[in-house]
């Protein structure tokens, strides 16, 4: 499966938060995943580079949700890893 970098853990679980909430601050992300700022950051843009997330800034701070034609494939994939 060419998906494979989709699968690990902490990419999952921002997934799985961004599903449930539809679009989020990416401080409040971190704070409520308790992920550092880094960390996030970083899984945040291999998620946004493989076109899963999209970005969006008001003035400093960036908003982070899932693209509508991807949410079948994270709802697959989820749904899969449970």
């Known amino acids: 499966m060419h998906n494979l ?4 853990e902490k990419r999952l679980v921002i997934l799985r938060e961004l599903l449930r ?3 989020s601050r990416g401080c409040d992300l971190g704070r409520r995943l308790k992920v550092e700022k880094n960390l ?4 945040l843009a291999v998620l946004r580079e493989k ?3 999209e ?11 899932i693209k509508r034609t991807k949410m079948p494939l994270v709802r697959s994939v989820l749904k899969v890893v449970g």
């Open 5 to 8: 970098w989709l699968f690990k």
């Open 40 to 43: 996030l950051s970083y899984h």
């Open 21 to 23: 909430c539809d679009s």
């Open 55 to 65: 970005e969006a800034k008001e003035g400093r701070e960036k908003h982070y949700r």
């Open 51 to 53: 076109g899963i997330i």
